[in-house]
């Protein structure tokens, strides 16, 4: 476990792991080892890491890191607030087009049905006239058609879908041979499936042959490498291809005191009720409430937080404006049902007005207060306030969770949102932090195995905050005996060898002076 701690702070790929393990004095005092000897091999660090994720063990490590920081006096009361963000994580499979994507889902497959037949894949391929999906970097590439043909493009893309349909139907009949709790089962309804949601999703069946889709469906996959990464944005202008970290950090303590990895089409807020929820278990204290952005002050997200009767501090998104007076000008009294315009006028009349889907799927009616036409046609505001036609007056909607909202904005207009602003910060410096180790790229395929990169870098993220403060002899002497404390003091051990070294390294600078910036051990 300490390699891998310093594997996460140092950024360094399992071969240069090893060698460091070899070779590197601060290495060998934090893992204890004689200077002549190679602790490991590559493989069985790989090896010792795939039994953590299979076992579930990796959040145990990250655990004990909050229970350290704990009995240090790091986290010093039993309630507390949490911030909540996100990041984005760029995956780690190659994106391609429709046709190279097609190609790589055809190639898979070919692959597990070579295999099942003894065969190579190149030679199996052969056989059954697919060999242009081998041995090929690209196959749009190397197609010898004329691209600004149409003929020809569509010709291609139609070649190319017979040969996936052909190959699915090759799939089906050899997986009719074998028994479905069966390993080579699997692998091939794996590789089917995949081939057959890139179809899906990509290729449109006209009576006049295949033709690719216009637009992007929904859950796209956009990687046979990594099916699990998705289109998203952080922003309309900013658009990436992977996951979504996601964290919740102690404002007061500045400690990541829950982590998850997001699909990256996912809305922001998706897990943020499980988050807190995570925290509770992982730090053993009592979340009072929750901070987030806008992105978290939606309805939905507000109406779980309070049927879980927890308290969520967020901004309520804004609105577009469509040329009528807001709805905030308008004095809504819920208790009494009336609504006042900002004319003085009040309307007592709430009618069914349609319904609305959310996010979870649960359709709501809609209701609204609607103004006696009347009165608003001789209105001197009318003009800026009803958009409606002659004879029609203005109707004021009601949200859902009009209440909750009511409640945000009134604390949103208040001095003691300043703070809470201030404290949502925290969720940031944090995510920045993560960035700083690697979080920005993930290293490995899939989001189970991403979230262990996740984990590990928010563990030696606070662990580094701690040493700062307690040092490694208060990691000792604050540490009962556990399988995980060793390791854990070990690596405090190694950031305070690594910062003697930075020390010996700055007063020989005085002399040489070198270009690399230093470390920054209070970050």
Same mark, same amino acid.
């Given at each position: ?7 996460? +702070? ?63 006096? +790091? ?13 984005? @994580? ?19 497959? @070919? ?11 190149? /030679? ?35 070649? /190319? ?28 309804? %794996? ?60 404002? %007061? ?5 829950? /982590? ?74 819920? %208790? ?9 006028? %009040? ?96 290293? +490995? ?79």
């Amino acid at each position: 476990a300490t390699v891998l701690l310093l594997q996460a +702070y140092d950024r360094v790929s399992d071969e240069e792991a090893k060698a460091r393990a070899d070779f590197d004095l601060r290495w060998k005092v934090a893992l204890g080892i004689a200077l002549d000897v190679r602790p490991f091999a590559k493989s069985t660090l790989q090896l010792f890491r795939a039994q953590l994720i299979l076992n579930a063990k990796v959040m145990e490590i990250f655990r004990r890191s909050l229970a350290i920081a704990r009995r240090c006096g +790091y986290i010093k009361k039993h309630k507390i607030k949490v911030a909540l963000d996100t990041s984005n @994580i760029l995956g780690r499979g190659a994106v391609k087009d429709t046709y190279n994507l097609l190609a790589d889902g055809i190639l898979k497959l @070919i692959r597990v049905l070579a295999k099942l037949a003894g065969e190579k894949p190149d /030679v199996w391929a052969a056989v059954h006239d697919l060999s242009r999906y081998v041995g090929t970097s690209s196959l749009k590439g190397e197609a010898t058609i004329d691209w600004s043909n149409a003929t020809e493009v569509e010709t291609f893309l139609r070649s /190319v879908v017979a040969d996936a349909d052909r190959l699915l139907n090759m799939a089906r009949q050899t997986l009719s041979t074998y028994d479905a709790e069966s390993d080579a089962y699997k692998k091939l309804t %794996e590789a089917g499936a995949l081939l057959g949601q890139l179809l899906l999703q990509d290729i449109e069946r006209t009576p006049d042959g295949a033709r690719i889709k216009e637009g992007v469906s929904r859950d796209r996959v956009v990687s046979v490498h990594d099916p699990e990464m998705r289109h998203g944005h952080k922003s309309k202008a900013k658009r990436f291809d992977g996951h979504k970290s996601a964290v919740a950090v102690d404002p %007061e303590s500045q400690l990541i005191t829950a /982590v998850d990895v997001l699909p990256g089409n996912a809305p922001d807020n998706e897990r943020a009720l499980a988050l807190g929820e995570q925290t509770e278990e992982n730090a053993q204290v009592e979340v009072d409430e929750t901070i987030g952005d806008c992105v978290f002050g939606d309805g939905t997200t507000r109406q779980q937080f309070a049927d879980a009767g927890r308290t969520l501090v967020a901004k309520v998104p804004g609105r577009r404006s469509n040329g009528q007076t807001p709805k905030e000008d308008f004095r809504i009294d819920l %208790e009494t049902k009336t609504c006042i315009c900002p004319a003085g006028v %009040e309307c007592q009349t709430l009618v069914p007005i349609g319904q609305r889907t959310d996010r979870n799927g649960t359709t709501q009616k809609l209701f609204g207060f609607t103004f006696v036409p009347a009165i608003c046609a001789v209105c001197p505001q009318r003009a800026a306030c009803v958009k409606a036609g002659p004879g029609k007056g203005r109707t004021v909607s009601l949200h859902p969770q009009e209440a909750l909202l009511q409640k945000a904005r009134a604390l949103q207009q208040s001095d003691a949102f300043r703070d809470y602003r201030q404290q949502r910060q925290a969720a940031e410096h944090r995510l920045a932090r993560l960035m700083q180790l690697g979080m920005r790229q993930a290293r +490995y395929v899939g989001r189970v195995k991403t979230l262990f990169q996740l984990i590990m870098a928010a563990t030696v993220a606070n662990l580094t905050l701690v040493a700062n403060k307690v040092g490694a002899k208060g990691f000792r002497d604050s540490s009962p005996s556990h399988s995980f404390d060793p390791f854990i003091a070990s690596f405090v051990l190694f950031l305070r060898t690594f910062a003697l070294s930075m020390l010996g390294c700055f007063h020989l600078s005085r002399y040489y002076p070198v270009q690399k910036a230093g470390f920054r051990p209070r970050f």
